[in-house]
């Protein structure tokens, strides 16, 4: 198998912000990864580490069969980023640093136009002018422009506009048709639910699960809040609570709230036989299955790598 990211017994400096612990991640080409971390620190501190921005205390980190390095960021036409603190130069013109980064790379000037105009970004404006967003404008534009095989990105979606993020998801898109190899660290799951055929949870420093979107969807699970229209009997509860999958059973009168794990077909027609007046569903998230899995030790419903 052809690896476009290798890492086997990471391990980051909590110090640092790269608080990774005997992390082992493969990477196929032509593979979309969402890193997802609530809390943002362990996403961030791999993606660190994979671009070489900060150095592991243990083990190996390679990107494109190559060691990381720093310097491959700004250079390597191979590689595209985005990240939230690198660094951009104020006193420049946008149109001039974008020209500048083409040119490093030996590709991508054609494409800052179109990019620019999809983006609505003023190309003329002085980098140290432009608020928060236009500048993720420019650090998209850079890391896409030239077509990368490999795709790193941090945080791309948290606090944009839903135009902005709608572009870079219709951009992630377009590059996963073209075959490049993209990972992306998140805080939401819902931010890659499109866009991510593997997901990776991070918790602590360690990975927690490692899976394909729907399998992960069904471990999570959902909380389940019910009211009844009228007193539920004892053979209904009783019923409820002998489900495999269901956990956390509270009632409360004719309300009945527990969390249901797995695949709902039998849930739903056990509830169909009961006089329901309300209900609601929601969808757990990935903090919930690490306090499921307190340890830190790594499972995996379903591995997209052998």
């Known amino acids: 198998m052809d690896r476009v990211i290798r890492t086997a017994a990471l391990n980051g400096d909590a110090a640092n912000?790269?608080?990774?612990?005997?992390?082992?991640?493969?990477?196929?080409?032509?593979?979309?990864?969402?890193?997802?971390?609530?809390?943002?620190?362990?996403s961030t501190g791999l993606i660190r580490l994979l671009l070489g921005l900060d150095r592991p205390s243990a083990g190996r980190c390679e990107m494109l069969r190559e060691p990381s390095d720093a310097s491959r960021v700004t250079s390597d036409p191979r590689l595209g980023c985005v990240t939230s603190d690198s660094p951009l130069p104020r006193r420049m013109a946008v149109h001039r640093h974008l020209d500048r980064a083409a040119k490093a790379r030996g590709a991508g000037a054609d494409r800052i136009g179109p990019l620019a105009q999809r983006l609505r970004l003023d190309l003329r404006a002085r980098i140290g002018d432009l608020d928060a967003e236009a500048l993720q404008k420019v650090r998209v534009i850079t890391a896409f422009m030239h077509e990368p095989e490999l795709l790193v990105l941090d945080e791309p979606f948290c606090g944009r506009s839903p135009r902005l993020s709608q572009v870079t998801s219709a951009l992630l898109e377009e590059a996963r048709a073209n075959g490049a190899t993209i990972l992306i660290g998140v805080r939401d799951l819902d931010d890659v639910a499109d866009v991510a055929e593997r997901i990776v949870v991070i918790r602590d420093g360690r990975i927690v699960s490692d899976s394909d979107m729907a399998a992960l969807r069904l471990r999570l699970g959902h909380q389940v809040d019910l009211r009844f229209g009228t007193p539920m009997s004892p053979a209904m509860l009783t019923a409820i609570g002998g489900l495999d999958g269901v956990t956390n059973l509270r009632r409360n009168d004719q309300d009945l709230s527990f969390t249901h794990v797995g695949h709902p077909n039998t849930l739903i027609k056990l509830l169909a036989r009961g006089d329901i007046a309300s209900w609601s569903l929601r969808g757990r998230s990935v903090e919930d299955l690490a306090v499921t899995h307190p340890s830190g030790d790594r499972t995996s419903d379903h591995r997209l790598t052998v």
């Not at 790269?18 to 620190?41: C, E, H, K, N, Y």
């Open 17 to 42: 912000g790269s608080p990774i612990q005997q992390l082992d991640l493969d990477v196929p080409r032509g593979q979309t990864v969402a890193v997802v971390d609530s809390t943002g620190v362990g």
